[in-house]
């Protein structure tokens, strides 16, 4: 009898024990728990009392037991840092870790017209129309894909740095391949690419067969070449004005284009252009020989296969 009295004793402390660790613990211990719906209802409710009075009436911990989401009293969904963050925080912290290391900027979103970012560890509220803007995109090595900037007196975008070029959108090569390509739908019959003045007027535009018009007037760039003991010279605009230091003979050109016409301007009689009917490379075929230099004569040649040829010339 006294055995089985001890049997009891023992098994009424550890009982005791039991709830005494389970009323000490927070949040208690629950065992699993699985519902199964059997009619199209609600199929778990909880409802708040009449005096409820704390915050949250539905709370998750980790197994830290580290409170890691609530639904409120009021039924907001609150999530990720705690009951002082909302589930739109722990979104915003997931887009913005994958910038913070790399460089300063911000993560926005819009809620119901709402705009909202998070910066410095918290969720804050702005207006958009005057909020200034510096997001930089990078890849996993870091280098700088995408630049924002939108700040007072100064309005960007730049690819491939955040340097500003200059214009509202730029493009900063950071490798030896092409840097702009726009391409055409398969059915495209709509002009590929159109640039307009601020009035909606057509300036410059490509169309589907990529023929081009122009809306006003092609002004090549003129630039002064000074011949000084050599005899062939390279172009980098489209129009020159020729001048000579002594008396020189002109035999090639280089840089000609296919198709390209490019007017001459003498500015001096000191400078000879020589006839060639060789077709070789870069050299000159006239009408008539020999042309020396005499002020503002103007000749004008085209460069086809290689060489050029004569269109005209004029004595001004």
């Not at 055409?184 to 018009?213: H, K, P, R």
Request: net charge negative; charged share 15%.
């Amino acid at each position: 009898m006294f055995g089985r009295l001890r049997n009891l004793s023992i098994v009424f402390v550890l009982g005791m024990a039991i709830v005494f660790v389970m009323a000490t613990t927070y949040p208690p211990p629950i065992a699993p728990l699985t519902l199964t719906g059997g009619d199209d209802v609600v199929q778990f409710t909880v409802r708040s009392a009449s005096n409820q009075v704390a915050t949250q009436l539905v709370e998750y911990y980790d197994a830290a037991g580290v409170l890691s989401a609530a639904i409120t009293a009021d039924g907001n969904f609150q999530a990720s840092d705690g009951p002082g963050s909302n589930v739109m925080y722990a979104v915003l912290n997931e887009l913005d870790t994958g910038i913070a290391s790399a460089g300063s900027g911000f993560v926005g979103i819009n809620i119901d017209g709402n705009e909202y970012y998070r910066a410095g560890g918290g969720i804050s509220s702005f207006n958009p129309n005057s909020l200034d803007i510096d997001v930089t995109i990078r890849t996993d090595d870091g280098t700088q894909m995408l630049h924002i900037n939108s700040t007072s007196g100064s309005d960007y975008i730049t690819l491939g740095s955040s340097s500003d070029l200059g214009g509202l959108v730029g493009i900063d090569g950071g490798n030896d391949e092409q840097q702009l390509i726009v391409q055409g739908n398969a059915t495209q019959t709509a002009a590929i690419l159109v640039i307009e003045t601020s009035a909606g007027s057509d300036l410059f535009t490509v169309d589907n067969e990529g023929d081009l018009f122009i809306g006003g007037r092609i002004g090549p760039l003129v630039t002064g070449v000074v011949v000084d003991g050599v005899t062939t010279f390279a172009l980098t605009t489209s129009a020159i004005t020729l001048d000579c230091t002594g008396v020189e003979t002109i035999i090639t050109i280089t840089g000609g284009l296919n198709g390209m016409v490019l007017p001459i301007r003498h500015h001096d009689t000191e400078c000879t252009i020589q006839d060639s009917n060789a077709d070789t490379a870069d050299t000159i075929d006239l009408v008539g020989g020999d042309l020396a230099g005499l002020d503002d004569l103007v000749l004008q040649l085209v460069f086809f296969n290689g060489h050029w040829l004569e269109l005209n010339r004029s004595q001004n």
